[in-house]
């Protein structure tokens, strides 16, 4: 084991590298998506709230493998009309597939997050926003944003830890994340208990670590509270 382990150590740690950057990126970039998609949800406009909430059914209610497999083979149907916009580049590329697909699953999830947090925000916190005079862009950005990712936070980190678990379905279109080097390391030397194993060790690591950051994180949000505050239970999955 320890021969193996030598040999493709490597090989491994560069499949963790894109693992990580795979989970970064498309979290970055989903919450950046899901922040005027909760708010849409909120929003007293019935067509805003309609086309939000049929994004969420669609990414929520289908596998994330179905909607990589839809923009990885899928766009290829459309490819003139995609090479005619200057975008069949972009769809033609596996890993920028795995990040489109990744990041617009991860939107709706981390969206419903935030809407959930948005509206446990206590109402006199917003009453007392408005009170000063504050316009909606302002409370939007000094109030209501800041105490929902505090709020949010722990369930946040459970969508994350799951995000960087779901990269692995990526080796499928080639892109050779952990889990598609564990895949050719074990084809090429039939060595898969080792390759599969060794693909787990470096998981572990990744999500505790993580969730140690994320923890980190946790409490200094909270520590106006004196405490890390309750439900900080950060580690499961969604």
Request: hydrophobic share 50%; glycine share 10%; aromatic share 12%.
């Amino acid at each position: 084991m320890m021969d193996f382990v030598v040999e493709n150590l490597p090989r491994f740690l560069g499949g963790a590298w894109l693992t990580i950057q795979l989970a970064a990126i498309s979290c970055g970039l989903g919450f950046l998506l899901a922040v005027p998609i909760a708010l849409a949800r909120l929003s007293r406009n019935e067509v805003l709230r309609g086309v939000a909430t049929s994004y969420i059914f669609f990414f929520r209610g289908t596998p994330l493998l179905a909607q990589l497999f839809l923009i990885y083979y899928g766009s290829g149907q459309f490819r003139p009309a995609l090479d005619a916009v200057g975008l069949w580049t972009f769809f033609r590329d596996p890993w920028f597939c795995a990040i489109l697909s990744l990041t617009l699953n991860s939107a709706a999830y981390a969206s419903e997050i935030l809407r959930g947090a948005i509206q446990a925000i206590p109402k006199g916190e917003i009453e007392a926003a408005e009170a000063l005079g504050l316009t909606r862009l302002l409370r939007l950005r000094l109030i209501v944003l800041p105490r929902a990712l505090r709020i949010g936070w722990p369930a946040y980190s459970n969508e994350v830890v799951y995000q960087i678990q779901a990269t692995s379905l990526v080796s499928i279109i080639t892109v050779l994340e952990i889990t598609g080097v564990a895949r050719t390391v074990g084809s090429r030397d039939f060595t898969f208990f080792e390759a599969f194993g060794l693909a787990a060790v470096l998981y572990l690591i990744l999500v505790y670590g993580f969730l140690y950051v994320s923890r980190r994180i946790e409490m200094r949000l909270n520590r106006h509270l004196g405490t890390s505050g309750p439900g900080l239970a950060t580690g499961g999955l969604r």
